[in-house]
T-cell receptor, first 111, second 112 residues
Framework: GQSLEQPSEVTAVEGAIVQINCTYQ??????LSWYQQHDGGAPTFLSY????GLEETGRFSSFLSRSDSYGYLLLQELQMKDSASYFC????????????FGSGTRLSIRP | DVKVTQSSRYLVKRTGEKVFLECVQDMDHENMFWYRQDPGLGLRLIYFSYDVKMKEKGDIPEGYSVSREKKERFSLILESASTNQTSMYLCASSLGVMQPQHFGDGTRLSIL
């Protein structure tokens, strides 16, 4: 079957760096995406990796290793506004148009 | 900016009612999706559509149907609402395969 695993909760200190891991098991793979969702808000797209390696977008980076079925989201210089839930998502398991989401990691930032 | 609009932010219905949730996007996206979000379960795909009048089942289609008569509009229908369908429902659209999905603000549906 298809599954994604990510930690349910992570706590970090303002200004620090945090890594949120995601492992996946799918039949067919097109890419790994990350979404951010603040409480009461809609998910918003952060990044997408189709190939192995690191993608950097400002304070956020995302990494993929297809051979290990593993990826992570790296958040640097943490700010209080980064407190949110983060979802990894993989696409292409039976139809190229749909993706499946992990259950989310709730990131709490302490001053 | 892409705008995905869901018709209601909060909705309360009774068991057995037929419920319609509407979603409209303004960016001519091919793909539209309906998810439900429950605590600890993430986003689960109910149905998606990759073209007008086309639809495919997601992971949890039971008890739901969809309609896409126009490209910009994707409707989710609860044929006979039940209490276990109380949830947050999110609509999304995307331009193509693995393109970023743009989400609406969600409809929090309560079935009494």
């Amino acid at each position: 079957g298809q599954s994604l695993e990510q930690p349910s909760e992570v706590t970090a200190v303002e200004g620090a760096i945090v890594q949120i891991n995601c492992t996946y098991q799918t039949s067919g793979f097109y890419g790994l995406s990350w979404y951010q969702q603040h409480d009461g808000g809609a998910p918003t797209f952060l990044s997408y990796n189709a190939l192995d390696g690191l993608e950097e977008t400002g304070r956020f980076s995302s990494f993929l290793s297809r051979s290990d079925s593993y990826g992570y989201l790296l958040l640097q210089e943490l700010q209080m506004k980064d407190s949110a839930s983060y979802f990894c998502a993989v696409g292409g398991y039976s139809s190229a148009s749909k993706i499946i989401f992990g259950s989310g990691t709730r990131l709490s930032i302490r001053p | 900016d892409v705008k995905v609009t869901q018709s209601s932010r909060y909705l309360v219905k009774r068991t057995g009612e037929k419920v319609f949730l509407e979603c409209v996007q303004d960016m001519d996206h091919e793909n539209m999706f309906w998810y439900r979000q429950d605590p600890g379960l993430g986003l689960r795909l109910i149905y998606f559509s990759y073209d007008v009048k086309m639809k495919e089942k997601g992971d949890i289609p039971e008890g739901y149907s969809v309609s896409r008569e126009k490209k910009e509009r994707f409707s989710l229908i609860l044929e006979s609402a039940s209490t276990n369908q109380t949830s947050m429902y999110l609509c999304a659209s995307s331009l193509g395969v693995m393109q970023p999905q743009h989400f609406g603000d969600g409809t929090r549906l309560s079935i009494l």
